[in-house]
């Protein structure tokens, strides 16, 4: 049982390049999310799927996109790096329907470098 | 605006000691209260959550309080020790928000536990 896994596991990337981070989980989960976490400032929401066929925006989305393939990957793309973009990434997944919920399962990071 | 407010930032227990760990919402509407422990390298786990029915939550060494009129919750760690050295962060969402079950963060708290 996998649960989330994220590739990469780290990258460096030179400013303007762009990339895409992936995400799947196995869990048959319908939600899921980006977000960033950075030294000091807990981990902050980048982008959401509430279901397949959804995205919206979270707290701290530009400079970024995301495509929900299917219910099981959500990709997150970076489409000309920035310095400010240094970061480590967590892919997380729930399942969610109005009024409960199950608690994040948090995928194991990518850290990612933009010089 | 930071929605979810934790301190202390940093906390060195002596084993066997309790670690506490609070904090303090500002968004009425929260009804869900996880608390998730990462290890270095590692993404966050779901660690232990309380809904706003119950004063007080317990798994183990590990106790919520929940203060609704106040707008505060707390992790305590009893009996603490060496392995439970960690980032903890708190967490609060709405399950009635019907676009996602979206939690927002606070900043986390590095526990250390000395031997």
């Known amino acids: 049982n996998a649960g989330v896994t994220q590739t990469p596991k780290f990258q460096v990337l030179k400013t303007g390049q762009s990339m895409t981070l992936q995400c799947a989980q196995d869990?048959?989960?319908?939600?899921m999310y980006w977000y960033r976490q950075d030294p000091g400032m807990g981990l902050r929401l980048i982008y959401y799927?509430?279901?397949?066929?959804?995205?919206d925006k979270g707290e701290v989305p530009n400079g970024y996109n995301v495509s929900r393939l299917n219910k099981r990957e959500f990709s997150l793309r970076l489409e000309s790096a920035a310095p400010s973009q240094t970061s480590v990434y967590f892919c997380?997944?729930?399942?969610?329907?109005?009024?409960?919920?199950?608690?994040?399962?948090f995928g194991s990071g990518t850290r990612l470098t933009v010089v | 605006q930071q929605q979810v407010k934790q301190s202390p930032q940093s906390l060195i227990v002596q084993k066997g000691g309790i670690s506490i760990i609070n904090c303090a919402y500002e968004?009425?509407?929260?009804?869900?209260f996880p608390w998730y422990q990462q290890f270095p390298g590692k993404g966050p786990a779901l660690l232990i959550a309380?809904?706003?029915?119950?004063s007080e939550k317990k798994e183990g060494r590990f106790t919520i309080s929940f203060n609704k009129s106040a707008k505060q919750f707390s992790l305590h760690i009893m009996d603490s020790q060496p392995g439970d050295s960690a980032t903890y962060f708190c967490?609060?969402?709405?399950?009635?928000?019907?676009?996602?079950?979206?939690?927002?963060f606070g900043d986390g708290t590095t526990l250390t536990v000395k031997p």
């Open positions: 968004n009425t509407a929260f009804d869900y």
């Open positions: 309380i809904r706003p029915d119950v």
């Open positions: 799927s509430a279901s397949e066929g959804t995205t």
């Open positions: 967490a609060a969402s709405d399950l009635y928000d019907t676009n996602a079950g979206k939690s927002t």
């Open positions: 997380a997944s729930n399942t969610y329907r109005v009024g409960a919920t199950d608690g994040y399962t």
């Open positions: 869990m048959n989960h319908n939600s």
